[in-house]
């Protein structure tokens, strides 16, 4: 039976603990993708994660190299449609079976920028097979998304 994992909060730590599951997965012997949302540009990350493939692949849809606060609204618009881009790969990946782990990286954050809704990213999710795991990560979760998941991790920096 497949569940829906979240790692949320303002603490450090989120994508590094969904990037640990999706390492247990592949040396179980599961196939990963990651799609990260409001991610600015990070070569040096990209490029290191990148030597994880096949097993783990990963996909950005943030294009700038600013955070996405930072950006104007003409750029947030942009952006905004390349995470809706992301967002129509994800469903594909989940209609087709494509991996055993989904990590679908700060895609809360969509749902507290209105970005989309949190009925759209609930949408989504009940798409999946049972053989399909999926994680979010964000810093705000919504009650909607918190009844929906399995499992809530809430991440907060102690000091």
């Known amino acids: 039976m497949s569940k829906v994992q979240v790692y949320y ?3 450090r730590g989120k994508t590094s603990a969904a990037l640990g599951c999706a390492i247990n997965e592949a040396c179980r012997g599961g196939s ?9 540009k990070d070569g040096d990350a990209a490029d290191y994660l990148s030597r994880l493939e096949p ?3 990963i996909f950005r849809f943030q294009r700038s190299g600013q955070d996405f606060g930072d950006l ?15 967002l129509g790969f994800a469903k594909k990946v989940i209609l ?25 990213i609930i949408s ?8 399909m795991d999926v994680i979010l990560t964000g ?3 919504g009650d ?8 809530v991790f809430h991440i907060e920096s102690q000091k």
Not at 100 to 118: F, Q, T
Not at 124 to 131: F, S
Not at 144 to 150: G, M, Q, S, V
């Open 9 to 11: 909060g303002n603490g």
């Open 32 to 40: 990963i993708i990651i799609i990260e949302f409001l991610k600015k």
């Open 55 to 57: 097993e783990i692949r």
């Open 72 to 86: 104007s609204e003409e750029e947030q618009a942009e952006e905004s449609r390349n995470m809706l881009n992301g």
């Open 96 to 120: 087709t079976g494509e991996c055993s782990k989904l990590v679908l990286d700060e895609i809360l954050g969509l749902a507290d920028r209105g970005i989309v809704s949190e009925e759209d």
């Open 124 to 131: 989504l999710l009940k798409l999946r097979n049972d053989d």
């Open 139 to 141: 810093r705000v979760l």
């Open 144 to 151: 909607k998304i918190r009844e929906y998941a399995d499992e």
